[in-house]
């Protein structure tokens, strides 16, 4: 592994609340990666610790759990929860989970898992069962979890996930993601009966992601109808949500009692923490502050994590094709999943090719300038699936890379 970076040097103001992103911190990323081949990535650290600072005073004081989905990098992991503000770790796989456990000693894997070997291992081993807390929102996976376990062994740690969407019209109207069958205070309950039932499982923990909150940008370009309708769906959930959460904890707690409740998201920091019955926080994207963070009322991050190719064609003078560059988000197909040009300035896609495989072209006022050889820089949409394309991130400080941190898949681990 790497050596991990110090993220605590002093840093630039962020820009303020509204603005757009500017490329202006990109002439020091420029000189400090000017060495390397592309296709590369680079994290800025002085905007990671920006935002990283920007997080926690959203928090309000509440502890962020990290998610280590939206970092895919094990120093960084380390280097944030050595930062005030962030304790534990939110994995996204059961593996993966067991993996961090070598290092780590608080993990909440944020989905329910099938990977039975995975749960045989956890239930035979002392030291995992107390690091790692399993999600569960079933009496089928209960069913699943305990058989993997075995009847004897270590007590397995496990969280509850309730269902954060905001449900109308009884239920025909569902507005946010489709999660967890748990929506009402007493299906967490009668849940939360069936496992103290169960003599190998130790039940510790809430958890509800609102992710029509947190994840739904609420001053997208478009529409006025559109943003206006964004923020009041946004209200009423989170009034809402506030009500049933507090309530189906209490529930859950006339069963059992609880070391957490985690809630919220990078978009929805200071909505979550007002809540008495939240406990902590689960964000990590806000992090890197891919193009999915551009438009919020409320904050405004600085882009850490950037990529890099090579111009490699000029089919025409107004056009200009770099290799690769399809390293496109998860979620729902549209334009928001794409990844950006932000330098030079004045690049875009073309709609009829989008980010393709092997080649990408551009087009606009920055495209005729550029010639064979030329870079240009792009930010992903999404903040830990970019570390699924490259083995290493350059980790840049000022204008020098500082360290060469792997990926994941650095480490020969791809768990999604």
């Known amino acids: 592994m790497a050596h991990q970076p110090s993220v605590t040097r002093t840093t630039p103001a962020p820009h303020p609340p509204g603005n757009p992103p500017s490329p202006a911190g990109l002439p020091a990323l420029q000189k400090a990666t000017a060495g390397l081949q592309p296709p590369f990535a680079v994290v800025d650290l002085g905007a990671l610790r920006v935002n990283a600072a920007q997080m926690t005073r959203r928090a309000g004081g509440k502890p962020i759990r990290l998610a280590s989905k939206?970092?895919?990098?094990?120093?960084?992991?380390?280097?944030?929860?050595?930062?005030?503000?962030?304790?534990?770790?939110?994995?996204?796989?059961l593996p993966e989970a067991l993996w961090l456990a070598e290092e780590h000693d608080d993990i909440l894997v944020g989905y329910p898992t099938a990977d039975t070997d995975a749960l045989g291992r956890l239930g035979a081993d002392e030291r995992l069962a107390a690091r790692v807390t399993l999600m569960i929102d079933s009496p089928e996976h209960l069913d699943l979890v305990t058989a993997a376990i075995g009847p004897t062994g270590p007590p397995v740690r496990v969280c509850l996930d309730l269902d954060a969407s905001l449900r109308l019209a009884g239920g025909r109207l569902h507005l946010g993601m489709r999660r967890s069958p748990l929506h009402s205070p007493r299906q967490a309950r009668d849940l939360a009966l069936a496992v103290t039932a169960r003599r190998r499982l130790r039940l510790v923990g809430v958890m509800s992601y609102e992710g029509q909150i947190a994840g739904i940008a609420d001053d997208r370009p478009g529409s006025r109808a559109g943003r206006t309708a964004v923020r009041l769906m946004q209200k009423l959930s989170t009034r809402e949500l506030r009500e049933r959460r507090a309530a189906a904890v209490r529930a859950v707690r006339s069963v059992a009692p609880l070391e957490f409740v985690n809630g919220g998201g990078t978009g929805s920091l200071e909505n979550t923490s007002a809540e008495p019955a939240v406990t902590e926080l689960g964000a990590g994207s806000g992090l890197y502050a891919p193009t999915l963070f551009d438009h919020y009322r409320g904050f405004s991050p600085r882009p850490a994590a950037h990529f890099v190719l090579s111009v490699v064609r000029r089919p025409g003078p107004r056009h200009a094709t770099v290799l690769g560059g399809g390293w496109i988000a998860s979620g729902a197909p549209g334009a928001d999943r794409l990844p950006v040009p932000v330098w030079p300035t004045g690049l875009r896609l073309l709609p009829q090719e989008g980010a393709g495989e092997v080649q990408t072209p551009l087009t606009g006022e920055g495209a005729s300038g550029l010639r064979a050889g030329d870079r240009v820089w792009f930010r992903h949409a999404k903040a830990g699936e970019l570390c699924e394309r490259v083995n290493e991130l350059h980790l840049v400080d000022g204008d020098r890379i500082v360290d060469v941190a792997p990926t994941y898949r650095g480490e020969g681990r791809a768990f999604l």
């Open 70 to 93: 939206s970092l895919r990098c094990r120093a960084l992991i380390g280097d944030t929860l050595r930062l005030p503000g962030f304790t534990g770790i939110l994995a996204f796989t």
